[in-house]
């Protein structure tokens, strides 16, 4: 029996490859136009008709994509997330798993600038969204113990990769929060330099007390 034009379409690869595309340029989109509105309005001003609008999609559609309006924030944070996973990887399976992290960190930070940073403090300022900025952590925390398992091959290592994803993320989210209340403008880059060497400096002064 001969397959209907639908089956044959709905099974193509590379239908269903440009779809997802798609389907990602426009979620992009929405998180693109949402934080554009977020920076200009503020969070609670800004509505999800608003976003619908400027990202030229119907309000039902923004729900196809996020369940609420909070949920965009995490949005902005996934491209940096699968650039520093991507980058850790592709490190040689030679270097110890703080390095491959510190070292794939700092060449996925290497692409935002001082304005990222600004922006960044302007919309930690709000409640809604700073709560999501601690889910972002999280999920990067897991994100590279998952990695990290990856480039070891000894069971063994999983409390030790755990603490390592633990330390790196905790360190980076710890010295964002700490410039933001300063009001310390940082390159990401900078902050990252800055984060290994508080880091190497605080674990050689608890070996200094064992």
Do not use: C
């Not at 703080?98 to 930690?124: F, P, T």
């Not at 790196?168 to 900078?190: H, N, Q, Y």
Request: hydrophobic residues 45%; glycine residues 4%.
């Amino acid at each position: 029996m001969s397959r209907s034009i639908g089956e044959k379409g709905a099974r193509d690869p590379a239908q269903q490859g440009r779809r997802a595309r798609k389907k990602e340029e426009v979620r992009q989109r929405i998180a693109n136009e949402a934080k554009r509105l977020f920076l200009e309005r503020g969070f609670a001003a800004t509505t999800i008709e608003d976003i619908a609008a400027a990202a030229d999609i119907s309000q039902r559609s923004f729900f196809d994509y996020f369940p609420a309006k909070e949920d965009v924030v995490l949005a902005w944070h996934e491209e940096f997330q699968s650039a520093f996973i991507a980058n850790l990887l592709k490190r040689p399976m030679s270097e110890a798993p703080i390095v491959a992290a510190r070292e794939a960190l700092v060449e996925a930070v290497g692409k935002y600038g001082l304005e990222d940073v600004r922006n960044h403090a302007i919309l930690y300022k709000e409640r809604a969204i700073k709560a999501r900025d601690h889910l972002k952590y999280a999920m990067l925390e897991s994100a590279l113990a998952d990695a990290l398992s990856q480039r070891s091959n000894r069971k063994a290592d999983e409390l030790r990769i755990r603490l390592v994803a633990m330390v790196v993320v905790g360190a980076l989210r710890v010295t964002s929060e700490v410039d933001i209340a300063r009001e310390e403008i940082r390159k990401p880059a900078s902050r990252v330099r800055r984060i290994t060497r508080l880091l190497r400096s605080e674990i050689n002064k608890l070996g200094e007390d064992d």
